[in-house]
């Protein structure tokens, strides 16, 4: 069957040169979540649920919905979705090709008079991206009911108090600590979304089929030493918090290299977020914060770098100057994606002759929070050389319109999915 019989390209195009306008102008493609741009953004979402005369709604987690009601009356419901937020210096693609093609879906079956036995809604979830609140996938974590007092009370560099922000964009924080009721009513959530890897493209694979997602944890390590004059404490007196950031960070690199190695599995840390105060050239670093973002298919793993760092750290405070402390702040756990969901998705990938496989993902999603508690997977579409999280990130507007294609007969097939 060919694709474009059901995925709309000229429409898909248009909606990605639409968000990309969206952005702060010195620094494209910047929407950060909460940020003026991203409210801007929201709105022209808002005006596409309008055209496709959906019932618009924001739900507790601050995620806007656009629903798309059965014919028949019930509280069924298949949800597709992903984030239109961006890194700083963030690309086109990531997040917005899954909103915009769940748009098409809908159009899709609006356009064709389908009428289905469940809903259908297209979400964007809440601030997907890691943020200066150190949490990622603030509305998807708020439909699996994971957001706790500590992540929603925390304030970013601003002083600004993420559950107030939820608050201001329709949310309520204050309903956010268990699961949401509709959790019961899904039936599958679903999720396109460029690989943000080459694996697609270097074996010219139309559609890769996720099977799992990493955890993924957050850790701040805060040094303390003593800020003072670069000129009058001598090189003996300091205690110099940058200077010990330094060797942690190498540590923490070569700790995760000799894992990987170890375990022959997915594992990556990274610390790519530094706070030095008071960041002056002639005042020494009194006070420094790194954080690390540390990603692994396997629990040992894990904890065997955690363990490791700890004990690291312990040694270093009984010599140094300087007391270092580890604090975690965010956890998603190694998913699975369904099983039923993936066969399904393999014959609607098939239906059109596409090539497929089944892959791992190396980035989280909203999809990894959803499936802790509901039937939730996701299909990647190639992106150049692998490129993600910069502005040179792009995908063929055809690729993305495939992946469309595969996400429309997949909820056709969903009608009987039990
Ligand atoms: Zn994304």
Request: glycine share 6%; net charge negative.
């Amino acid at each position: 069957m060919d694709f474009n019989n059901f995925s709309n390209i000229s429409f898909i195009e248009k909606g990605i040169n639409d968000l990309e306008k969206i952005t702060e102008p010195d620094r494209p493609y910047t929407r950060i979540v909460f940020s003026k741009e991203f409210y801007q953004a929201r709105d022209w979402l808002t005006e596409q649920f309008n055209l496709l005369d959906l019932t618009i709604s924001t739900d507790e987690a601050g995620n806007l919905i656009g629903l798309y009601n059965s014919k028949v009356k019930t509280d069924k419901i298949v949800i597709i979705g992903s984030h239109i937020d961006t890194v700083p210096s963030g690309g086109r693609y990531d997040g917005i090709a899954g909103v915009v093609s769940a748009l098409n879906v809908i159009k899709y079956i609006k356009e064709h008079n389908i009428d289905l036995p469940f809903n259908l809604a297209v979400y964007d979830y809440l601030g997907e991206e890691l943020n200066d609140w150190g949490i990622s996938c603030i509305g998807s974590r708020g439909i699996a009911g994971v957001l706790n007092n500590d992540i929603l009370s925390r304030a970013d560099s601003s002083r600004r108090v993420l559950s107030q922000e939820i608050d201001k964009i329709g949310g309520n924080s204050k309903l956010l600590n268990n699961p949401f009721p509709i959790i019961k009513n899904i039936i599958a959530c679903l999720e396109l979304h460029i690989e943000q890897g080459k694996v697609l493209e270097n074996n010219k694979i139309d559609i890769g089929i996720v099977r799992s997602i990493p955890s993924i944890s957050r850790y701040t390590v805060t040094i303390s030493g003593q800020a003072g004059h670069s000129g009058t404490i001598l090189m003996n007196q300091r205690a110099d918090a940058l200077v010990l950031a330094s060797e942690i960070i190498i540590f923490v690199n070569k700790l995760a290299l000799k894992l990987s190695r170890k375990s022959n599995q997915h594992f990556v840390a990274t610390i790519g977020k530094i706070n030095v105060y008071p960041n002056s050239a002639a005042i020494i670093p009194g006070l420094v914060e790194l954080t690390i973002d540390l990603r692994a298919v396997s629990n040992n793993s894990r904890d065997q770098f955690i363990n490791t760092l700890e004990k690291k750290i312990i040694s270093i405070n009984e010599v140094s100057e300087c007391n270092t402390t580890l604090k975690d702040i965010a956890y998603a756990p190694y998913v699975e994606m369904n099983k039923e969901l993936n066969i399904l998705f393999k014959s609607s990938s098939d239906y059109f002759g596409f090539s497929s496989n089944i892959m791992d993902s190396g980035a989280g999603h909203d999809t990894a929070q959803l499936a802790r508690v509901v039937p939730a997977s996701m299909i990647f579409i190639p992106c150049k050389d692998g490129l993600s999280h910069c502005p040179e990130e792009f995908a063929e507007t055809s690729d993305i319109a495939k992946g469309t294609a595969v996400l429309i007969k997949m909820v056709l097939n969903l009608v009987n999915f039990k």
